[in-house]
Structures are given as C-alpha cells and as structure tokens.
C-alpha cells in the first residue's frame, strides 16, 4: 500500500488536493477533521483537556474551540500543552485508518497533515507532495475565511514551516493557483506515475 503524505500552507489548496484524491477512491487521512472529532461531542479528548483547561466546553457538547482558542492564542506553554494532549490521540487515530486501508488491500492512502515535517509523520510515508500557491492568493483565500484577521494568520504561518522549505522537502508540488483543471491533470499524472490508474 502507498502512503501518500498530503501537506501545504494554510489556504494552499490542499483540501481541494485532497477532496480531488478521494474522488478518484483513495482514502484520506484528514489530521484537522481527526482534531474536530476529538474535541466534538463526546470526543477522546475531551476529558483531559477539560482537566487541564477548565471551563471550555463540557463531555455531552464538546470542547468550545472560541474558548479554548482565547487560552492557547499567543501562549506557547499552553499550545505545547495542548499539543501533548493532542498530538498523540491524532497518531493513534492515524495509525488505526493505516491498518484499515491495509486489511482493505489499498492500493494507496493519503495522509492530509498541514505540519507533516514538523510533527514527523513524513516519515510514515512513501511519497510526500504539497500544494502550492503564491503567496499573495494564500493571503487573500486565508482572509476571505470566517473569523480570519491579518494578526491570526499571520500567527498560524508563524507555526507552520515555509512554503520555500517544504518545497525543498517533498517529492512533487501540485499548483492550485491555475484552476481545478490544471490542478487534476497534475494529480492524474503522479497516479500514472505511481501506477495507480
């Protein structure tokens, strides 16, 4: 089974990389939704960062992000500990989508994961590629997005490696700046590449 490791900037267009992947019935890997499930209703981690946090949310209704957010933002000792509680729930829950695409007989997985250098998980992987875009129409596609300011995300690009270094790490690109189009034709080429089609 391929593993595929999916990562990109903020805004890059990586959903849309993904969104395209499983279209065409590869299973993805998505760390950020893997997160949402862990602090919604009922979530793994809910309980420990209710201990640890306090009054953000509730076991029946989740974890309030609003709140939990205003704890984090701007604090690296609370994010690192948030991140401690976080971090290796999403690799367990990772691990488990890895042995059901195994028992399934994939052909191939992709592992959607914004900080793929940064927390390791490229090396679980057996190609990495990364959606890019220029800067700029990063810029205006993350501040079209609800509750985005020019000061959070400045803030999160401040947490994830730059464009330029990823670059340099994976194996392929995928531009997202000209059109779905363009976009799709670079992805069926890697699966003619990778002998997936």
């Not at 019935?25 to 949402?36: E, I, L, N, Q, S």
């Not at 974890?63 to 690296?76: M, S």
């Not at 927390?119 to 220029?134: E, S, W």
């Not at 690009?157 to 790490?169: E, N, S, V």
Request: with cysteine; glycine share 8%.
């Amino acid at each position: 089974m391929l593993i595929i490791g999916l990562t990109g900037t903020i805004a890059s267009g990586k959903s849309t990389i993904a969104a395209t992947f499983e279209r065409y019935h590869f299973p993805v890997f998505d760390a950020d939704r893997a997160v949402h499930k862990l602090l919604g209703p009922h979530g793994r981690a809910v309980p420990e960062i209710l201990a640890h946090f306090g009054d953000c949310g509730t076991i029946s209704g989740g974890i309030d992000r609003k709140k939990l957010g205003g704890q984090v933002f701007g604090d690296t000792q609370a994010l690192a500990a948030l991140e401690a509680i976080l971090h290796p729930q999403v690799a367990a829950a990772r691990l488990r989508f890895l042995a059901r695409g195994q028992m399934a007989r994939r052909r191939a997985v992709v592992l959607d994961v914004p900080l793929l250098f940064e927390t390791g998980t490229d090396d679980l992987c057996d190609v990495t590629i990364m959606a890019f875009a220029p800067m700029r129409l990063i810029q205006e596609r993350a501040l079209r997005r609800p509750n985005m300011t020019a000061e959070k995300l400045a803030h999160i690009l401040a947490k994830q490696m730059p464009q330029h270094d990823k670059a340099r790490l994976v194996d392929e690109k995928i531009t997202t700046a000209l059109g779905r189009g363009v976009m799709t034709g670079q992805i069926l080429r890697l699966l003619s590449k990778w002998q997936l089609r």
